[in-house]
Nanobody, 121 residues
Framework: QVQLVESGGGLVQAGGSLRLSCAAS????????MGWYRQASGKQRELVAV???????NYEDSVKGRFTISRDNAKNTVYLQMNSLKPEDTAVYYC???????????????WGQGTQVTVSS
């Protein structure tokens, strides 16, 4: 079974920084795109940032210049460095990855369990 395990959320004051990590474990051939989504209370889940296997990135407009997504393919891990955090960044952040799973021999979109990020004003 392939799992995505997140860490790094927490409570921070506005203007502060947090770094989220998400590591894939289990039996898989490889990972294509990896990304971070977030879901604020009462709102739909939205894409925050995505990174391809060769390092190309894309960001949601409101986080451009403040957040940086990166990945370590050797560790099967994706990171989200969040700087200059704002109260409106408060949400549960979810990791997502397109993983080539050994047991199914197919590409599966997997989600992490979510980690809470709270930014106080």
């Amino acid at each position: 079974q392939v799992q995505l395990v997140e860490s790094g959320g927490g409570l921070v004051q506005a203007g502060g920084s947090l770094r989220l990590s998400c590591a894939a474990s289990g039996l898989f051939f490889g990972i294509n795109d990896m990304g971070w989504y977030r879901q604020a209370s009462g709102k739909q889940r939205e894409l925050v940032a995505v990174i391809t296997s060769d390092g190309r990135t894309n960001y949601e407009d409101s986080v451009k210049g403040r957040f940086t997504i990166s990945r370590d393919n050797a560790k099967n891990t994706v990171y989200l460095q969040m700087n200059s955090l704002k109260p409106e960044d408060t949400a549960v952040y979810y990791c997502n990855a397109d993983v080539w799973v050994v047991t199914t021999k197919s590409l599966s979109g997997l989600w992490g369990q979510g980690t809470q990020v709270t930014v106080s004003s």
